[in-house]
């Protein structure tokens, strides 16, 4: 089976962490050798740690924004080759955080190492923006994923939304600020627009 570069994305409370997870332990479980890597940005539940919201969680390697991921599965994989082993899967939980030449490297390691690897992370920003590493894993993944939530309408959600400690939709500010449920609320587009509308009304 041929290699692949793989990209599932989905808003916040869609159960990405998750998913990365339960697949992390099943290939474990059937002794497929996997590497768990998240950007070192990634600060919620510390340092070399990934967790999802039902408590699950397992420990894994921290890329740094100048941290070459080609070079750093190479030298885990030939550490394995040394075992007679080899390395299969590479999983990146909050994918959106990678800078666009990681995202390069990644695909060197589908092409180069023929290593399959998994992203999982946000599409967009708070404002609706692409994130860049997110935009070139749209740009270079060979298979595409949305892992779908929905709105407290019902509705499809699309827009991490960032709420201020009054209850407030944020529209300005930086693109990365780390946060959980007291930061963020997934929502549909049209909600978002309403809440946005009616605080305007009211200023």
Same mark, same amino acid.
């Given at each position: 089976m041929s290699k692949k570069l793989y990209f599932y994305y989905g808003t916040m409370a869609s159960a990405k962490t998750l998913r990365l997870l339960t697949t992390a332990y099943n290939f474990e479980e059937n002794s497929i050798e996997t590497l768990v890597m998240k950007p070192a940005q990634d600060t919620r539940d510390g340092d070399g740690v990934i967790k999802s919201r039902t408590g699950l969680?397992?420990?894994?390697? +921290?890329?740094?924004?100048?941290?070459?991921?080609?070079? +750093?599965?190479?030298?885990?994989?030939?550490?394995?080759l040394a075992k007679f082993k080899k390395l299969e899967w590479v999983l990146v939980d909050e994918a959106q955080f990678?800078?666009?030449? @990681?995202?390069? @490297?990644?695909?060197?390691?589908?092409?180069?190492?023929?290593?399959s690897v998994m992203c999982y992370g946000l599409r967009t920003d708070f404002q609706s923006r692409l994130f860049s590493g997110s935009k070139r894993l749209m740009e270079l993944a060979d298979d595409l994923e949305e892992i779908k939530a929905s709105c407290k309408c019902g509705r499809k959600t699309n827009i991490n939304a960032r709420i201020d400690s009054h209850g407030k939709v944020i529209t300005e500010g930086d693109q990365v600020m780390v946060g959980g449920d007291d930061l963020y609320r997934p929502m549909c587009r049209k909600c978002w627009y309403k809440m946005i509308s009616r605080q305007s009304k009211h200023e």
């Open positions: 969680q397992r420990p894994c390697v +921290m890329v740094g924004k100048e941290d070459n991921v080609f070079l +750093m599965i190479e030298k885990y994989n030939s550490e394995l990678l800078t666009e030449k @990681q995202v390069d @490297q990644l695909a060197k390691v589908v092409d180069i190492l023929e290593i």
